[in-house]
């Protein structure tokens, strides 16, 4: 017998225990037997393929320490979620401080008080809104004798006086947006510096056109020192402080007018007293009217660069 599974005798135990044998593929009681079994190599094939899946086969770059390609694009997808879960949470930290930067302020305003310090800026303040009051009274009190020598015709004196507040305006507009940029201190001794070298050079003008000229250019400083001033000082105030202080700070600028008025009418009356260079130099007692009147913003000058910034400012 070759083959045990192809065998033309089968035998079989009858109920006597007798074994009976049947042959060619027919058995004692009529049925046929099965005779075309697999072969075993078939057999073995089929069990150890059996329940197998492609995908739980090893990577073979497994053994040499190379990541499967499905996990290098799973890295990059988590790593992509979290980039965007800290950008999100950094933009609500930075929108949380921006709305609590208001009372974070206030709070350090309070802590801080009212003491010397801002009595101390009050003054220096004073005295930069105090030249600008000053300057806005010069031109009206040096026209009269200044025509003299300038030969200055009704319809020049109209136009002087209508450049030097436009150029305030000018000034005050542009200034005001730069102090938001650079800083209000450092804005300040810019517009305090402007006004002292051109209202200085003024003083010495013999023509009415480079007259008209200076008196421009300086109000263009001493026109940005009147927002820089209040908003300068108000953020060194605590809340319940403000209204009151920056009330009485307005009144610098009417001692700015008294200034001048004075000022005027001590000098100007003099009109004989001055001297001659050359000829083409007259100094008369109206120029030195004029060169008295830089004392507000060179004492203003002066103070603000021993002041401190803003706190508002830094803090922003």
């Known amino acids: 017998m070759d083959d045990p599974y192809h065998n033309n005798v089968n035998q079989q135990m009858t109920e006597g225990g007798q074994y009976t044998y049947t042959q060619d593929g027919v058995g004692q009681d009529g049925y046929p037997y099965q005779t075309n079994y697999p072969q075993q190599d078939e057999d073995a094939a089929s069990d150890a393929t059996e329940g197998a899946d492609e995908d739980d086969q090893m990577y073979e770059g497994e053994y040499q320490g190379i990541?499967?390609?499905?996990?290098?694009?799973?890295?990059?997808?988590?790593?992509?979620?979290?980039?965007?879960?800290?950008?999100?949470?950094?933009?609500?930290?930075?929108?949380?401080?921006?709305?609590?930067?208001?009372?974070?302020?206030?709070?350090i305003m309070e802590d801080c008080g009212h003491g010397r310090f801002q009595w101390t800026l009050f003054f220096v303040l004073g005295l930069a809104l105090m030249a600008d009051g000053v300057d806005g009274f010069v031109v009206g009190f040096v026209m009269p004798s200044a025509e003299k020598d300038m030969c200055i015709s009704n319809a020049d004196k109209g136009l002087l006086g209508l450049l030097v507040y436009v150029s305030m305006m000018v000034g005050a507009l542009v200034w005001g947006s730069l102090c938001d940029k650079m800083g209000r201190r450092k804005c300040l001794i810019y517009v305090l510096t402007i006004d002292?070298?051109?209202?200085?050079?003024?003083?010495?003008?013999?023509?009415?056109?480079?007259?008209?000229?200076?008196?421009?250019?300086?109000?263009?400083?001493?026109?940005?020192?009147?927002?820089?001033?209040?908003?300068?000082?108000?953020?060194?105030?605590?809340?319940?402080?403000?209204?009151?202080?920056?009330?009485?700070?307005?009144?610098?600028?009417?001692?700015?007018?008294?200034y001048a008025s004075f000022t005027a009418w001590g000098i100007i009356p003099h009109y004989g007293w001055g001297f001659t260079i050359g000829t083409q130099f007259q100094m008369h007692s109206w120029r030195l009217f004029m060169f008295v009147c830089l004392f507000p913003a060179l004492a203003a000058l002066i103070g603000i660069v021993f002041m401190p910034e803003s706190p508002r400012f830094l803090l922003e």
């Not at 950008?87 to 401080?97: G, K, M, T, V």
């Not at 000229?213 to 300068?232: A, N």
């Open 67 to 107: 990541p499967h390609p499905d996990e290098i694009k799973e890295a990059r997808r988590a790593a992509r979620l979290e980039a965007k879960r800290k950008a999100r949470l950094a933009a609500q930290y930075e929108e949380e401080e921006e709305e609590n930067l208001p009372e974070q302020y206030e709070t």
């Open 196 to 258: 002292l070298v051109f209202s200085f050079l003024s003083c010495f003008a013999q023509g009415y056109g480079f007259f008209l000229f200076l008196r421009f250019c300086s109000g263009f400083g001493i026109g940005g020192s009147i927002p820089i001033v209040y908003t300068y000082f108000a953020e060194f105030l605590q809340m319940d402080k403000r209204g009151e202080h920056l009330s009485w700070l307005c009144m610098f600028w009417m001692l700015g007018g008294l």
